[in-house]
């Protein structure tokens, strides 16, 4: 397996090093991480189930798409390139919404989490390798899911949620 290296940044963004993906991790160095929230024209929202490979919550229902940024990368083309590996989404940056960004939180990875939306009715074609599953659901639908069982839901989806609506 490749090393996945990726840009250590302050609580502010600015960049103070690189490391690997794995030393990130275990040091629990700020980093950058972005997550799109894919509606369809009807408003239906997809949510993936993450695969039980996953090494962080595998098994849980997450953001549609949601992925480390590289170093050197910035969080559109991010955005970009995890809709495309894990969605077989390709979209141009122009129908990618930047929301807000999360503050990095030793609860959710240390991550710097940039939000963006974006709609389609374009198929989706989901990675294995990455996603376990996937459905499309009404904001009530959502809502009433995170209500009764708020664990099965990653607590970055459920912050990003709370934001978002």
């Not at 599953?133 to 069982?149: F, K, M, P, R, Y």
Request: charged share 30%.
């Amino acid at each position: 397996m490749v090393d996945e290296w990726l840009d250590v940044v302050t609580a502010d963004d600015q960049v103070i090093g690189r490391a690997t993906r794995q030393d990130v991790h275990a040091r629990g160095l700020i980093h950058r991480a972005c997550h799109i929230f894919v509606f369809r024209p009807d408003g239906q929202l997809f949510v993936q189930k993450r695969s039980e490979q996953k090494d962080n919550e595998p098994g849980r229902w997450d953001s549609s798409c949601a992925g480390h940024v590289d170093s050197g990368e910035d969080y559109l083309q991010c955005a970009v390139r995890e809709l495309a590996e894990e969605l077989g989404l390709h979209v141009s940056p122009d129908v990618l919404d930047y929301r807000f960004t999360l503050p990095p939180l030793a609860e959710t990875g240390h991550e710097l989490a940039a939000v963006y939306t974006t709609i389609t009715d374009d198929p989706l074609t989901l990675d294995p390798d990455e996603v376990a599953d996937g459905v499309w659901l009404t904001n009530d639908q959502v809502n009433d899911w995170i209500a009764e069982s708020p664990d099965d839901m990653t607590l970055v989806f459920r912050q990003i949620w709370h934001k978002l609506r």
